[in-house]
């Protein structure tokens, strides 16, 4: 079966350092790869995805990078904001059912100190 | 211009007893989702419909019952409940099964307590 994990539950960064949040999953068959933003009382935001077909994609501050070799997802923030502290998770998808079913990793709370 | 909402936002209620969560979307999406997310803030899927239709089935017990009255809406009920079933309950929708590299939109979330 599936399993996403993350290297990391916690991560405490000081403001304008750039942070990284580390993703692993299992499933080679994995396509498509999601980072989700969760602020304190709301739902996931979505934040950037990429594709199984790139290695790198980048948003405004942020940028995914993914190794299919060793099944590895990071998500980059640059500058890191005290608006950017919240709960981070990834999300694989393994497209060829019927079904569009995430699979959600265990999730990195990122602290960012003033 | 909510795009996904639910209500009630917080529920609180005895072992026991049964409640519903309803879930709308505006966004015009065929496809919607139930997730349930546990006090380590770990995200299950739970159920998903698609134009009304059930495709995902969870390992849930079927105290959990999903009812999609149109593409817009999906309401969970939930009989006798269970101090156990308290967690927070996120719906989702996205575009559907034809554009596969789409994400999820979630909602606000409802809370629920079982005393």
């Known amino acids: 079966g599936e399993s996403v994990g993350l290297h990391l539950p916690t991560l405490s960064v000081q403001e304008g350092d750039n942070s990284i949040i580390n993703c692993a999953y299992s499933n080679s068959a994995s396509d498509y790869f999601i980072w989700y933003k969760q602020e304190s009382g709301k739902g996931p935001q979505f934040i950037i995805d990429i594709r199984s077909n790139m290695d790198k994609r980048q948003g405004q501050r942020v940028t995914v990078l993914l190794n299919k070799t060793v099944k590895h997802l990071s998500l980059q923030i640059a500058a890191t904001q005290p608006g950017d502290s919240a709960v981070y998770f990834c999300?694989?998808?393994?497209?060829?059912?019927?079904?569009?079913?995430?699979?959600f990793g265990t999730g990195t709370l990122l602290a960012v100190q003033p | 211009d909510t795009a996904v909402s639910q209500t009630p936002k917080y529920l609180v209620t005895q072992m026991g007893n049964d409640k519903s969560i309803k879930c709308e979307q505006n966004?015009?999406?065929?496809?919607m989702y139930w997730y349930k997310q546990d006090s380590k803030k770990f995200l299950k899927i739970m159920f998903s419909?698609?134009?009304?239709?059930?495709?995902i089935n969870e390992t849930v017990p079927n105290r959990f019952s999903p009812k999609s009255p149109d593409k817009a809406h999906l309401n969970l009920h939930i009989n006798s409940l269970e101090l156990g079933d308290s967690a927070v309950y996120f719906c989702?929708?996205?575009?559907?099964?034809?554009?596969?590299?789409?994400?999820?939109?979630f909602g606000p979330g409802t809370r629920l307590t079982v005393l």
């Open positions: 966004l015009g999406h065929d496809t």
């Open positions: 419909y698609n134009n009304k239709e059930l495709i």
């Open positions: 999300a694989v998808r393994n497209y060829g059912g019927a079904t569009n079913k995430l699979i």
């Open positions: 989702a929708s996205t575009d559907g099964l034809a554009r596969p590299y789409n994400e999820q939109f």
